[in-house]
């Protein structure tokens, strides 16, 4: 084990300084493919409004994106370990994301809008477990908190352009122009992995078994995973939020002044996402990651507990998205970078491939749970039940050794 170690930091500490080619390259194209389908996502809830659809459908859709995505992230990392190559995989998946998002343009029914969900998610599926572990492999063991936190601000100032673009083109545009004017940034985002991100070469590893290399994942990261997953099972699809803001703004304002407001909430979100996520990971390297992940799943027990007292107050929804937007930013960043720390390079891709798994198999129960507890009882029920979750979700974070 302490060889296994040495020969991981040493691999590491060797690639160079961190922000380099790569991690520009790599921050580069996320940023171009979240603002595409942010920029759809924004619109979404409204658009199946229009068409019919309810909380339950949204929970639906969303529930089993993620689900189709987790199973594709679990199979796309174990291949890129496998083989030796992960930045084709990623390619692909970022020009699959490109086209099914820009497709619900062509959506008459929330059954369409579903179909290209998935397959969109399935694309991000296969592309995130084999960037994340390709960008392990481009930074030095000293600042994954930093490089990951830089990554996802890129990736979430994607999200901020997004949305604030669909919120000057809506009363301009109709849903389905919006949709598929997201082609345009979904292909840059291809374009720029696939000019810029250069793989170190690796031996083809033929040897490497599924199910045994799950069962030689370290039993430190076994342990992480089960407080992603337990948080995970509560952490549903914010997509929700913006259906509920809707709902409560709609009892004041028109449907075109909510339709604005809500798309500003949303954006004002990804700032906040966009700006915590480098602070919070270069705190990480100097503080510890594992505490400041367990603040963030107690940020998000406090947002769910806003909304179930929520009102139809303006201010109040901003500060309950501004919340939702910083502890995404811890979630994302220090579950890539702890993860960097407990895996071997040899088998980055199938841990990122399982911490993805288990993050989708959590965002599809939660999605769905939340989504069915609000059309069957009430939103507050739906709302009580992700920060129960994210709770424990906490504690079994900040008790791990």
């Known amino acids: 084990m302490a060889k296994a170690v040495a020969y991981r930091e040493k691999s590491r500490t060797s690639v160079g300084r961190w922000l380099n080619r790569n991690v520009a390259g790599m921050a580069l194209a996320s940023f171009f493919s979240d603002f595409g389908h942010e920029m759809a996502t924004a619109i979404l809830p409204m658009f199946l409004v229009s068409v019919g659809a309810s909380a339950a459908a949204l929970g639906i859709i969303e529930g089993a994106a993620d689900a189709v995505s987790s199973f594709a992230k679990l199979g796309a990392g174990w291949l890129s370990d496998k083989r030796g190559l992960r930045k084709p995989i990623a390619v692909t998946g970022y020009l699959v994301t490109a086209v099914a998002t820009a497709s619900f343009g062509l959506a008459t029914s929330w059954t369409h809008a579903l179909a290209g969900r998935v397959v969109g998610w399935f694309g991000r599926g296969i592309r995130g477990p084999v960037r994340d572990a390709l960008l392990a492999d481009s930074i030095p063991a000293e600042a994954t908190g930093r490089a990951f936190g ?14 604030a673009v669909a919120f000057l083109l809506v009363g301009v545009l109709s849903y389905r122009q919006i949709f598929l004017l997201t082609l345009i940034p979904g292909l ?14 690796r031996g083809a590893n033929h040897a490497l078994r599924f199910w045994s290399t799950m069962r030689g994942l370290p039993r430190s990261f076994r342990r992480f995973l089960v407080g992603v997953g337990i948080f995970g099972a509560g952490d549903f699809a914010h997509t929700l939020l913006i259906l509920r803001a809707s709902e409560l703004l709609s009892l004041q304002t028109g449907p075109e002044v909510t339709a604005t407001m809500v798309v500003l909430l949303y954006t004002g979100h990804n700032i906040l996402y966009a700006l915590a996520s480098y602070p919070i990971g270069y705190l990480s390297d100097r503080m510890g990651k594992r505490g400041l992940l367990a603040a963030g799943y107690l940020l998000a027990a406090g947002m769910s507990l806003g909304f179930l007292l929520a009102t139809p107050s303006i201010w109040y929804l901003v500060l309950l998205f501004a919340i939702g937007g910083t ?17 071997p390079e040899e088998v980055r891709g199938t841990g990122y491939g399982v911490l993805a798994t288990v993050n989708g198999l959590g965002d599809f129960l939660s999605s769905v749970v939340v989504g069915f507890l609000w059309t ?12 129960i979750l994210s709770v424990v ?9």
Not at 150 to 163: C, N, S
Not at 379 to 386: I, K, S
């Open 188 to 201: 840059l985002s291809v374009l720029a992995f696939a000019f810029l991100v250069r793989e170190r070469a």
């Open 376 to 387: 069957a009882i009430s939103p507050g029920a739906g709302f009580l039940y992700a920060a």
């Open 150 to 163: 830089f990554h996802r601000a890129a990736d979430t100032l994607g999200a901020v352009a997004g949305p």
């Open 327 to 343: 502890y995404l930013a811890a979630e994302d960043t220090l579950e890539g970078a702890i993860a960097a720390d407990l895996l």
């Open 393 to 401: 979700g906490g504690l079994v974070i900040v008790r791990l050794r």
